[in-house]
């Protein structure tokens, strides 16, 4: 997606971090150990790199680090990292909205494409069934962390369709 072709160590780092997703798909049915979580987190952890190579938005930067420290945390497979993953999501879900909200003006795009409302709608009614089912199946302890995960997140899918292509990111 850069240009330079492989010899840009953008693009090299972009083949490796789709590379790091595909064996992390392989191992996902493997248990819990430090290689496993290190492959997950390694496909995220590139594009971060990447964000900082491209001198991408800070708030990016920060996302995409947040990012991968939760998914080294969710891979550990244990309530605690479990919870502690989910807050660093939701950090960087937050400043994701941050990023998008940076961007708020005249390239606000609702108005002029009306597909982004309906899927705004979709979005809305998608995270409320999926909270709900999330909710019911979960402990107790963390019902609220995943509700207020899920509003959040939304709110980032709500604010990212409000922008064209390419522009916020």
Known sequence: PFPGGLNFTPNGLLVFSAAASMLFLYMLRAPATLSRASVKTC??????LIAVWMQGPALLVAALTLSFVGDFLLALENEKSFQAG????????????GLFASHFG??????????????AFAAI?????????????????LTAQVGAYGVVITFMALAALAFAPGLAV
């Open 125 to 141: 009614a998608h995270s409320i069934v999926l909270i709900w089912i999330l909710v019911k199946r979960l402990p107790q302890s």
């Open 43 to 48: 496909a995220i952890a590139l594009l971060a």
């Open 106 to 119: 005249s390239d606000m795009l609702w108005a002029a494409d009306p597909w982004r409302i309906y899927l």
């Open 86 to 97: 989910l807050g660093s999501f939701l950090l960087a879900q937050i400043i994701l909205i």
